[in-house]
């Protein structure tokens, strides 16, 4: 499984940057889509999550400005981030978090028995002030 991430830049602060994380690879089910961030010298940090079943969750200080979507038929989470600040570069990463692989031999195809998680190789997002 491959997660590759575009959409980062250079952007003022008020604008707005749309990224995507395309996954690739025999995939039967994923758990949850994460945006995850890491600043300099910081921790990475959960910035917004989609479940399977569609339920967003957001980082309190990205509530009401990013949103968090999926394209099932493309395999591609998005990120649409509005009205961005400095405090908000940071590398962007993206993780599928509870993949089950899709097994397929000549007699069939099965879930994979456990589970992983992916990270893509992430993209960086600088905010000017």
């Known amino acids: 499984v491959e997660l590759v991430e575009s959409g980062g830049g250079l952007v003022q602060a008020g604008g707005s940057l749309r990224l995507s994380c395309a996954a690739s690879?025999?995939?039967?089910?994923?758990?949850?889509m994460n945006w995850y961030r890491q600043a300099p010298g910081k921790q990475r940090d959960l910035v917004a999550s989609?479940?399977?079943?569609?339920?967003?969750r957001y980082a309190d200080s990205v509530k009401g400005r990013f949103t968090i979507s999926r394209d099932n038929a493309k395999n591609t989470t998005y990120l649409q981030m509005n009205s961005l600040q400095p405090e908000d570069t940071a590398v962007y990463y993206c993780?599928?978090?509870?993949?089950?692989?899709?097994?397929?031999?000549?007699?069939?195809?099965?879930?994979?028995?456990?589970?992983?998680?992916?990270w893509g190789q992430g993209t960086q997002v600088t905010v000017s002030s």
């Open positions: 690879g025999t995939i039967f089910s994923i758990n949850a």
């Open positions: 989609l479940t399977s079943g569609g339920v967003p």
């Open positions: 993780n599928a978090d509870g993949v089950f692989l899709l097994y397929c031999a000549g007699w069939g195809c099965t879930p994979s028995p456990t589970h992983y998680d992916y």
